[in-house]
């Protein structure tokens, strides 16, 4: 059978339906009548929009020859020292989530990107975190041209505003965007939904677009207890995320350490010393390299 069979199968259903519910005046079968027309119809739809796009696949042959001519992923040193030794810096086309207990560092490390980075180029800066100003405290030292390379949004933390707002700066040229925090990100559902949408969407932005999104995100209670490192909350963050850095701070040795748990670029684990103050400062010949 056809889709265009089942399409009018469907529809003598629900006209035969739709007759019976008119022969009837019980309250009851009019109610379950309207439910069967219901399901039918979204059938009908899923059916029709099954017809409009039909899958788009390529050979593996076609997806090379696609992309053989395409400039190889950059990446960006950004003035961390143990990352940009470790890992080159961030790259392109990553969806990178960082995380760790209470004062490891984490916006720290996040602006300590943007500020080099800002030398180069254009950054956005998701910031939902830090009153405006003490955001003003942390970057007045900088040129008026970087500054002026930084897009600060602070307002509206909807995960469909943020996606909206990637897309269209991505279109200007911008390739790194950086968001502080998950735990400030609106969107529906329960703390497993929220957590797995908004992951999948940010991963989706960085696949289609081959920008580098930078997540703050946090270790569970639990977790930090037991000696565990894990994203808090849903697990497909861990399966959507190309980088998973965790910021370790020993509170009574006041060190503090980045644990490379996950790389897919480079495809290798580490960990390395994390200098937070004073910020290391180093000459940068190419603001990149190539991966």
């Known amino acids: 059978m056809t889709v265009d069979d089942k399409i009018e199968e469907i529809k003598n259903q629900i006209l035969n339906l739709k007759l ?5 005046d019980d309250f009851d079968k009019q109610l379950k009548i309207k439910e069967k027309i219901l399901k039918l119809e979204t059938e009908e ?3 029709i929009k099954e017809e409009m796009y039909p899958p788009q696949t390529e050979t593996m042959l076609d997806l090379i020859e696609r992309n053989k001519n395409k400039a190889p992923l950059k990446k960006y040193e950004i003035g961390v020292k143990a990352i940009d030794e470790n890992m080159g810096g961030f790259c392109e086309a990553t969806f990178i989530n960082i995380a760790g207990n209470n004062f490891a560092g984490k916006t720290t490390l996040v602006i300590q990107a943007i500020k080099t980075l800002s030398k180069y180029q ?3 800066f998701f910031s939902y975190e830090m009153y405006e100003g003490l955001i003003s ?3 007045k ?3 008026t041209e970087q500054l002026k390379n930084i897009e600060v949004e602070q307002i509206n933390s909807h995960i469909e505003y943020i996606e909206k707002t990637i897309r269209i700066k991505a279109r200007e040229g911008i390739k790194a965007f950086f968001i502080d925090s998950r735990m400030k990100i609106q969107a529906e559902g329960d703390e497993y939904q929220k957590n797995s949408y908004i ?3 940010l991963s989706k932005l960085v696949q289609e677009l081959g920008i580098f999104i930078v ?5 569970a209670t639990t977790d930090i207890r037991n000696g565990r490192l894990a994203l808090k909350g849903s697990g497909d963050q861990e399966y959507d995320s190309d980088v998973i850095l965790y910021i370790v701070y020993n509170e009574k040795e006041q060190t503090r350490t980045i644990i490379c748990k996950k790389d897919r670029i480079n495809e290798r684990l580490w960990q390395d010393d994390y200098v937070l ?7 940068v010949d190419m603001p990149f390299v190539d991966n």
């Open 122 to 124: 254009k950054v956005m």
């Open 137 to 139: 405290r942390k970057f």
């Open 141 to 143: 030292d900088l040129s």
């Open 45 to 47: 739809l899923r059916l």
């Open 199 to 201: 992951s999948a969407k």
């Open 277 to 283: 103050m004073p910020v290391i400062e180093y000459t």
């Open 20 to 24: 019976d519910f008119e022969k009837t």
């Open 215 to 219: 997540l703050i995100n946090q270790i």
